[in-house]
Each structure stands twice: as C-alpha cells, then as structure tokens.
C-alpha cells in the first residue's frame, strides 16, 4: 500500500514539472502519460516483490482510483465559474459588475475550445473552429458508446 502512496507523490511531482513544459493547455493527457507510466513501473515492482497476491492488485488499484480522483476533481475546478470567481476575490472585495467585466459569459465555453484545438480536436477553420479526423474519430466513437448508457 505504502508503494502505491509513494508513486502517488512521484506522479504529482512529475506533473508538476511536467504543467511547466510546453505545450501549454494539455494537463490532462500530460498526467495521463505521467500516471500511466508510473503505473506501469509500480506493476512491475509489486509483480516481482508479491506476484499474484492481493497486495499487488490492491496498490495498483490505490494509484489508478487516487489518479482518477485527482483528475475529476482538477477538471472539475479548472472550468469552475465559482473557483473562478473566488480567485478573483483573493485579490480582494470586487463587485458584481466588475467581476462581469473581468470574467467573459462565454469564458467556459472558450476554454474548452482553446483546449479542443490545442489538443487536436478542432482546427482553425474560416471564421469558425472545425473538427479534425482525430475530432470525428471521437465523436464516432462517443456516439457508439452512447447507445450503451441510453435507458430503454
């Protein structure tokens, strides 16, 4: 257990190092990356110290469920208008109108296509953003997923 702990904070370290290279706007599949490798790395530790036991399996399952939690909880607050507004407020008391003027309506919304397009989704097309084959490939595959959570 202390094994998947210790690869936790690894990982936080890497990403940590890693949000501060470019490119800028992919936190996501730079944690992905770091977290999938160090998992791959504790695998092949608790395989060789435990093999099969339930030890192995549990600390591999600990490292994937505290990553999953970390990058619920990490994109839930980067598109937060709340989280948004209280670090306008750590400056100090604002208004309700020039937090207005400062924070864009659409704010979330060009967010994620800043991230849409840094991450190959959308591309620049004229006068508005298109999708990409690696875009289309996506939604084809959301779409199909989709029929398997519908109620019936």
């Known amino acids: 257990m202390f094994e998947a702990l210790g690869s936790f904070v690894v990982v936080m370290l890497l990403y940590t190092i ?44 600990l490292l994937a469920m505290l990553c999953e939690l970390y990058v619920f909880c990490a994109t839930l607050t980067m598109s937060s208008v709340s989280v948004r507004l209280l670090l306008l407020l750590r400056r100090g008391p604002i208004t309700i109108s020039a937090y207005t003027s400062e924070v864009d309506p659409e704010s979330p919304v060009t967010r994620r296509i800043e991230t849409l397009l840094a991450n190959g989704f959308l591309e620049h097309g004229p006068g508005r953003p298109r999708l990409t084959a690696k875009g289309r490939r996506t939604l084809l595959l959301f779409n199909s997923l989709r029929s398997l959570f519908r109620p019936h």
């Open 18 to 61: 890693a949000t501060r290279l470019p490119p800028p706007r992919q936190s996501v599949p730079k944690f992905v990356v770091i977290g999938g490798a160090v998992e791959l790395g504790l695998a092949v530790w608790l395989f060789q110290v435990y093999g099969l036991m339930i030890t192995t399996w549990a600390g591999l399952l």
